[in-house]
Nanobody
Framework: QVQLVESGGGLVQAGGSLRLSCVASGRTGIFYTMGWFRQAPGKERELIATISWTSGSTYYADSVKGRFTISRDNAKNLVNLQMNTLKPEDTAVYYC?????????WGQGTQVTVSS
């Protein structure tokens, strides 16, 4: 089994920044792409960023492109999401998981709240 623990969320004013972290433990394997997802109240979970094992390939949803940066440290099974110029519409619970085939369980997520 794999355990995912997200952290770094909080309350921030519009225009501010946060850095999220995700640590994966257990039988993660190697050579997998990781993604950050978010779920706003009343909405479906959406994929917002991915990063390949080698970090040479990244993907960003249009809604976060140019503001968010995903990075990873494979030795530590760590994936980060630097979020700048935050907007109220970024308010959501943020999760990490493997993409496109998620690990069997999701973490608890970390709440990000952006006030206007």
């Amino acid at each position: 089994q794999v355990q995912l623990v997200e952290s770094g969320g909080g309350l921030v004013q519009a225009g501010g920044s946060l850095r999220l972290s995700c640590v994966a433990s257990g039988r993660t394997g190697i050579f997998y792409t990781m993604g950050w997802f978010r779920q706003a109240p009343g909405k479906e979970r959406e994929l917002i960023a991915t990063i390949s094992w080698t970090s040479g390939s990244t993907y960003y949803a249009d809604s976060v492109k140019g503001r968010f940066t995903i990075s990873r440290d494979n030795a530590k099974n760590l994936v980060n999401l630097q979020m700048n110029t935050l907007k109220p519409e970024d308010t959501a619970v943020y999760y990490c998981n493997r993409h496109p085939a998620p690990f069997g369980s999701w973490g608890q997520g970390t709440q990000v709240t952006v006030s206007s």
